[in-house]
């Protein structure tokens, strides 16, 4: 187990990009509430970054910290910007890209909701003259100019890992596992499955493991992952294990097995390290987590998109190849970690969760017993 908190090779690397100074000593300022306010009207500024957040549904990542992290970068470099989130509306999706680049963005962050609907919005930004980047998520025929995300695969195999390690303990033999993926229409997802597949199927082959129901989840749907994991412990109620694409998904299972008195008895994935997530965990409802430094992706991101509002062209630090367009696509791709009971603590020492919001009421007991100063 890693004790230290994300070695980030990638992000330390990040600070290579040697970007020029642009003296902008009149480069406009976002008010409070993230609208632009004029600096000094006669000088040049920065351009406007504007971010597409996806939803505030799948997980509460987009609001409580990446919007958060975003407008503290861009606030510290004086440039303006304007952070929407689109609630997982494809077509507000689209209308909130119109208005941003109609209000003069001249660089565009997006979530997408899907590659279809992101491409869509990545054409129109790129035609109009507008920098664009990719966060969290890699728009496939996208062509953004830069993403920024964590090692996605490398966040699947973890929760592969992280399943076995917990299996074990239990000593549970021939395990049926079920498997709750995301949305089926992010890409992320998709690199999720190819790593925690990845560990998992020399399981099933060998015939160490059985496996057992494998559903993805529409649009990260919480309320529909509870309905779709009910179906599945229904259809084969000796599930021993769910591999759980987040922390929402897991939840949603943890709901159901809850119901059916078997919470702590099979164990539970997840990914983001929310609040929830990590409660489940230290009631030992669930079995791990995996946690990824927001703060440093959305770090890395503003980076760039500062740069190009001050019309740098700064350099990524690797690249990802699009498996739609066959494209390298210029990254920045951090280090995840797994998140069990003895290294809670890492991620509040990391300051991404506070003690007071996570060690409350009967938690407080579990919060010292896992070390959680």
Known sequence: ??????????????????????????????APDGAASSADAGAKTAGKVGVILPDSKSSARWETADRKYLEEAFKAAGVAYDIQNAQGDK?????????????????????????????A?????????????????????GGAAYYVSFDNTKVGTLQGEGLVKCLTEKKADKPIVAELNGS?????????????????????????????????????DNTQAGTIFEQMLTEQPKIAGVLAANDGLGNAAITVLKKNNLNGKVPVTGQDATVQGLQ???????CMTVYKAIKKEADAASQLAIALAKGEKPAATGSVKDTESGADVPAVLLDPQAIYFDNVKDVVADGYVTKDELCTGDFADKCTEAGIQ
Request: net charge negative.
């Open 1 to 30: 187990m890693r004790k230290g908190i994300l070695s980030l090779t990638a992000a330390a690397a990040l600070l290579t990009f040697g970007l020029a100074a642009c003296g902008d000593d009149g480069a406009t300022t976002a």
């Open 91 to 119: 077509t507000q999706f689209q209308t909130i890209a119109d208005q941003m680049i109609t209000n003069g963005a001249t660089v565009l962050m997006i979530v997408n909701l899907d590659s279809g609907t992101g491409k």
């Open 121 to 141: 919005v990545l054409d129109k930004a790129k035609s109009q003259g507008v920098a664009t980047i990719d966060y969290d998520r890699l728009t496939l025929g």
């Open 184 to 220: 089926p229409t992010d890409n992320n997802a998709t690199l999720f499955k190819n790593g925690y597949d990845g560990v998992l199927k020399p399981k099933y082959d060998s015939g160490d493991y059985k496996k057992g129901p494998d559903q993805s989840v529409p649009d990260w």
């Open 280 to 286: 489940n965990i230290l009631a030992g409802d669930q």
